[in-house]
């Protein structure tokens, strides 16, 4: 399920590994998501995150509710008729994801930051309910200058089919500094392999993907854009807070996002993102639209 909710906070997040120290980053999210056809039609999403920490280690928490309405003249395949929500009488799908990340900074090595967490799915849909996803990431950087790294993820969906999906993303950023303000740009790399494709309506076990992102930085402003092209399913994003765990193989999308902060502490943002897929549940290509504001404090 895309829950696209934390991209200026994970961006900001990256700028502080070259930064000085953070005492905390709190925010809520409000999210609408929308589904052009197949069998979703959109609904809410509510999100609250808290970050804690110092220039050597922060914590990261993250909880989220998701309620997506579905179509109730669709038909489903009689794969997901053994373990999808179709047939169930279910016309809402609602979730809970819970996430907490952890990250320390020159403490195992110089120049080194190092992220683990897990992120943990309560969801209607039977085939990822109970899923369990394990994050760790490890990059190099240079401060206030560029960094390189590679993350991996874990998933794991034990109730149905023993679904797993491998994830492996190498990720390299670099900063340019202008009479304008500050530049952040970088490119993101996606391999994603899984155990039971058949079982999941997908022809292949493995999808590749590329990421390009811009930010700018200035007066307390800031802008972003990231488009992404390939194969992905069943991705986790953004630091382990984002996964996409339902039925659905995505073939690229677009995001635009802003932020401002209106006094020193507050910051006003918000993001627009479209993203194209397969609905395996019913074949249909559809194209989801995700609107979000947010309110953060910095303290």
Same mark, same amino acid.
């Given at each position: 399920?895309?829950?696209?909710?934390?991209?200026? +906070?994970?961006?900001?997040?990256?700028?502080?590994?070259?930064?000085?120290?953070?005492?905390?980053?709190?925010?809520?999210?409000?999210?609408?998501?929308?589904?052009?056809?197949?069998?979703?039609?959109?609904?809410?999403?509510?999100?609250?995150?808290?970050? /804690?920490?110092?220039?050597?280690?922060?914590?990261?928490?993250?909880?989220?509710?998701?309620?997506?309405?579905?179509?109730?003249?669709?038909?489903?395949?009689?794969?997901?008729?053994?373990?999808? !929500?179709?047939?169930?009488?279910?016309?809402?799908?609602?979730?809970?994801?819970?996430?907490?990340? /952890?990250?320390?900074? $020159?403490?195992?090595?110089?120049?080194?930051? %190092?992220?683990?967490? !897990?992120?943990?799915?309560?969801?209607?849909?039977? +085939?990822?309910?109970?899923?369990?996803?394990?994050?760790?990431?490890?990059?190099?950087?240079?401060?206030?200058?560029?960094?390189?790294? !590679?993350?991996?993820? !874990?998933?794991?969906?034990?109730?149905?089919?023993?679904?797993?999906?491998?994830?492996?993303?190498?990720?390299?950023? &670099?900063?340019?500094?202008?009479?304008?303000?500050?530049?952040? /740009?970088?490119?993101?790399?996606?391999?994603? /392999?899984?155990?039971?494709?058949?079982?999941?309506?997908? $022809?292949?076990?493995?999808?590749?993907?590329?990421?390009? %992102?811009?930010?700018?930085?200035?007066?307390?402003?800031?802008?972003?854009?990231?488009?992404? &092209?390939?194969?992905?399913?069943?991705?986790? &994003?953004?630091?382990?807070?984002?996964?996409?765990?339902?039925?659905?193989?995505?073939?690229?999308?677009?995001? +635009?996002?802003?932020?401002?902060?209106?006094?020193?502490?507050?910051? +006003?943002?918000?993001?627009?993102?479209?993203?194209?897929?397969?609905?395996?549940?019913?074949?249909?290509?559809?194209?989801?639209?995700?609107?979000?504001?947010?309110?953060?404090?910095?303290?």
């Amino acid at each position: 399920m895309k829950k696209f909710l934390l991209t200026v +906070l994970v961006a900001a997040a990256v700028a502080c590994l070259t930064s000085e120290a953070q005492a905390g980053y709190s925010a809520i999210y409000g999210t609408y998501i929308d589904y052009s056809s197949g069998s979703k039609i959109g609904g809410p999403v509510i999100t609250g995150y808290y970050s /804690t920490g110092n220039a050597t280690r922060t914590y990261s928490f993250g909880l989220s509710f998701t309620s997506i309405e579905y179509s109730d003249n669709y038909t489903s395949s009689a794969l997901f008729k053994r373990y999808g !929500i179709a047939n169930t009488g279910i016309s809402f799908l609602n979730q809970l994801d819970f996430t907490a990340v /952890t990250s320390v900074t $020159d403490e195992i090595l110089k120049n080194h930051t %190092f992220s683990a967490g !897990i992120h943990y799915i309560l969801t209607d849909d039977n +085939l990822t309910n109970n899923g369990v996803v394990l994050y760790f990431d490890g990059t190099y950087f240079k401060p206030y200058n560029w960094n390189v790294g !590679i993350e991996t993820a !874990i998933s794991w969906y034990p109730d149905t089919i023993n679904l797993q999906v491998w994830q492996v993303s190498p990720h390299f950023g &670099k900063y340019f500094y202008t009479s304008k303000g500050t530049v952040y /740009t970088g490119m993101r790399f996606y391999l994603i /392999t899984l155990n039971k494709p058949d079982e999941v309506g997908l $022809d292949d076990d493995t999808f590749v993907s590329g990421e390009a %992102f811009v930010h700018c930085y200035r007066n307390g402003w800031d802008v972003g854009l990231s488009i992404w &092209k390939g194969k992905q399913v069943f991705a986790v &994003k953004e630091g382990g807070f984002v996964v996409y765990n339902l039925a659905e193989k995505y073939n690229g999308g677009v995001t +635009l996002e802003g932020g401002y902060y209106f006094t020193k502490n507050y910051r +006003l943002g918000g993001s627009v993102s479209l993203n194209s897929f397969e609905d395996l549940e019913t074949g249909n290509d559809v194209t989801q639209t995700t609107v979000t504001v947010s309110l953060g404090y910095r303290w």
